[in-house]
């Protein structure tokens, strides 16, 4: 069963992918859908994208296993909408055409901006990649029994099978069909729980209080996160995080105007809303009907606690189809991130940077599948060093990296008049740079106890999210390199009114 569920999901996705082949002929159909999607369709392929592996798994493995402290991502991932909300999805579907680097583009023409820019973003897509990865290993170990490094290999085959023929067209149906499966299977497992405490919120959190071996203390803050800073730092990196994300904000594109990208964050907020808040059901079953002795047996880092729950309150059949909506969950966003890099790389380092302009839409479009196989082969070969690492966390890695190398330099682009070149790329690789040390130097890296990370010491920073120091530096070295260069010109101000009208009416 679990097995014919697989190939389904496999099967549905590879015929979506054939459909939209056909589509697939030049540069506009392969980053940005040629701009065709209407608000409901990109809001739930939003949703689709965003509500990844670390939401459904690895969020509900942290609530099983902390408690109060899991529940965070939750709240985080779904409050960070208010920002894309009111700061972000206007100016840059006005700005920008096909990628992130386009809106800055849009007011620096400096082919060093336009190269940074693309640098982060294919940054943050392969550290968000890994994160799916390697919740898609441990999936398929448990759901068809097969090794960790094989089941890496399968998901980062299919990716690139997807974003190589089918390109936009086949990411974002592929997102619209995980999204239905995903809320269906939620929904179903979220009232079974519901059931099982006879519909009584009061019932199921009395009942928690006794049901883990942390007591009362699971519905209070503090077990995973003793120190307050870390639970600031946190989300701040979750809050401010989804504004630059580059898979998420290319979204924006693939609509014909900025009113229907304000449409599709709406639809997209209500679907995650409804979504995160059955996250609570997700965890607080698993944690009173599996136990967190079970979870970590099959997996350290927890990420396979719906699945568990599933198989404990359904049998085999729901604990088939739940694990592969999971495996949808993870091949719809892995696409996602794939097409990003690969856009990236193809239309910013290859077209503007390399070709100046004048590579031609069959060379691009050669470009960007050749840079979805690189970016595919890369991503797979670091996520078999991060096995054992919760997927939740890895994911507010890349929020961190987004929050502190991206969102800067977006919110000073659009809103600050003063602003320059060389703050825009001081900005970006001072955050982008200081996220990646303060990561390395953390106890995600290094733990005095064996297994317990990927080296064995004593980190030199105590915080596991470096948000709370490297979004402060982000915004402080966008602002300091802007202020130690040279003041602008008319024609920089000129610059700057023209682009302030052209990201509020379009243009």
């Given at each position: 069963?679990a097995i014919?569920?697989f190939?389904?999901?496999?099967l549905l996705?590879?015929?979506?992918?054939?459909?939209?082949?056909k589509?697939?002929?030049n540069t506009?159909?392969f980053y940005t859908?040629?701009?065709?999607?209407?608000g409901w369709?990109?809001?739930?392929a939003?949703?689709?994208?965003y509500?990844?592996?670390?939401?459904f798994?690895?969020?509900?493995?942290?609530i099983?296993?902390v408690?109060?402290?899991g529940f965070?991502?939750?709240i985080?991932?779904?409050?960070?909408?208010?920002?894309v909300?009111?700061?972000?999805?206007?100016?840059?579907?006005n700005l920008?055409k096909?990628?992130v680097?386009?809106?800055i583009?849009?007011?620096?023409a400096?082919?060093?901006?336009?190269?940074?820019?693309?640098?982060?973003?294919?940054?943050?897509?392969?550290?968000?990649?890994?994160?799916q990865l390697?919740?898609?290993?441990?999936?398929?170990?448990l759901?068809?029994?097969?090794?960790?490094?094989?089941?890496?290999?399968?998901?980062?085959?299919l990716m690139?099978?997807?974003?190589?023929?089918g390109g936009?067209?086949?990411?974002s149906?592929?997102?619209?069909?995980?999204?239905?499966?995903?809320?269906l299977g939620t929904f179903?497992?979220?009232i079974i729980?519901?059931?099982?405490f006879?519909f009584?919120?009061?019932?199921?959190?009395?009942?928690?209080?006794?049901?883990?071996?942390l007591s009362e203390a699971?519905?209070?803050?503090?077990?995973?996160?003793?120190?307050?800073?870390?639970?600031?730092?946190?989300n701040?990196?979750?809050?401010l995080?989804?504004?630059?994300l580059?898979h998420?904000?290319?979204?924006f594109?693939?609509?014909?105007?900025?009113?229907?990208a304000?449409?599709?964050?709406?639809?997209?907020?209500w679907i995650?809303?409804?979504f995160?808040?059955?996250?609570i059901?997700?965890?607080?079953?698993?944690a009173a009907?599996?136990?967190?002795?079970d979870i970590?047996?099959?997996d350290?880092g927890?990420?396979?606690?719906?699945?568990?729950l599933a198989?404990?309150?359904?049998g085999?059949?729901?604990f088939?189809f739940?694990?592969?909506?999971?495996?949808?969950?993870?091949?719809a966003?892995?696409?996602?991130?794939?097409?990003?890099?690969?856009s990236a790389?193809?239309?910013?380092?290859?077209?503007q940077?390399?070709?100046r302009?004048?590579?031609t839409?069959?060379?691009?479009?050669?470009?960007?599948?050749y840079?979805?196989?690189?970016?595919?082969?890369v991503?797979i070969?670091?996520?078999?060093?991060a096995?054992k690492?919760?997927?939740?966390?890895?994911?507010s890695?890349?929020?961190?990296?987004?929050a502190?190398a991206?969102l800067?330099?977006?919110l000073?682009t659009v809103?600050?008049?003063?602003?320059?070149t060389?703050?825009a790329?001081?900005?970006?690789?001072?955050?982008?740079?200081s996220t990646?040390?303060?990561?390395?130097l953390s106890?995600?890296?290094w733990?005095?106890?064996?297994?317990k990370a990927i080296f064995?010491?004593?980190?030199?920073?105590?915080?596991?999210?470096?948000?709370?120091?490297?979004?402060?530096?982000?915004?402080?070295?966008?602002?300091?390199?802007?202020?130690?260069s040279?003041?602008?010109?008319?024609?920089?101000?000129?610059k700057?009114?023209?682009?302030l009208?052209k990201?509020?009416?379009?243009g």
């Open positions: 069963m014919a569920l190939c389904g999901i496999v996705t590879l015929v979506i992918t054939y459909y939209a082949s589509k697939t002929n506009s159909e859908a040629g701009g065709g999607l209407k369709q990109n809001g739930t939003i949703a689709g994208d509500m990844s592996a670390a939401s798994l690895g969020i509900a493995g942290s099983a296993l408690g109060y402290d965070f991502y939750s985080g991932f779904l409050v960070a909408y208010l920002v909300l009111y700061l972000v999805a206007e100016p840059l579907r920008g096909y990628t680097a386009d809106m583009a849009a007011r620096f400096d082919k060093k901006v336009r190269g940074v820019a693309a640098l982060n973003t294919i940054s943050i897509s392969i550290f968000y990649m890994i994160a390697v919740g898609a290993g441990a999936l398929i170990k759901l068809l029994g097969l090794d960790y490094v094989t089941s890496v290999l399968i998901v980062g085959v690139t099978i997807y974003v190589v023929f936009m067209h086949a990411t149906w592929v997102q619209i069909s995980k999204a239905v499966l995903l809320m179903v497992i979220s729980v519901f059931a099982k006879d009584s919120l009061v019932n199921m959190f009395e009942h928690m209080k006794t049901a883990t071996p699971f519905l209070n803050p503090g077990n995973k996160y003793k120190v307050p800073i870390e639970t600031i730092s946190l701040l990196a979750l809050v995080g989804t504004a630059g580059p998420i904000l290319i979204r594109f693939t609509v014909k105007d900025a009113r229907t304000r449409s599709s964050v709406v639809y997209a907020t995650i809303g409804i995160y808040v059955m996250t059901f997700l965890g607080f079953g698993a009907f599996v136990g967190a002795a970590t047996e099959v350290a927890g990420n396979m606690a719906a699945p568990l198989k404990a309150l359904g085999d059949f729901l088939a739940i694990s592969a909506v999971a495996f949808a969950t993870i091949l966003v892995v696409t996602g991130l794939v097409l990003s890099a690969a790389f193809a239309h910013d380092f290859y077209g940077i390399v070709r302009g004048q590579s839409e069959k060379e691009q479009l050669k470009m960007a599948r840079a979805s196989i690189g970016v595919s082969v991503s070969l670091l996520a078999l060093f096995q690492m919760n997927v939740a966390f890895l994911v890695l890349a929020f961190a990296v987004a502190s991206n800067p330099v977006i000073f809103f600050w008049k003063r602003f320059n060389a703050g790329v001081s900005g970006m690789l001072v955050g982008l740079i990646i040390l303060l990561v390395a106890p995600n890296i733990n005095p106890e064996a297994g064995v010491g004593d980190p030199i920073i105590p915080l596991t999210n470096p948000g709370i120091i490297s979004i402060p530096l982000g915004f402080l070295a966008a602002f300091v390199g802007t202020l130690l040279s003041r602008n010109s008319a024609k920089d101000e000129a700057y009114a023209e682009v009208v990201a509020n009416i379009g």
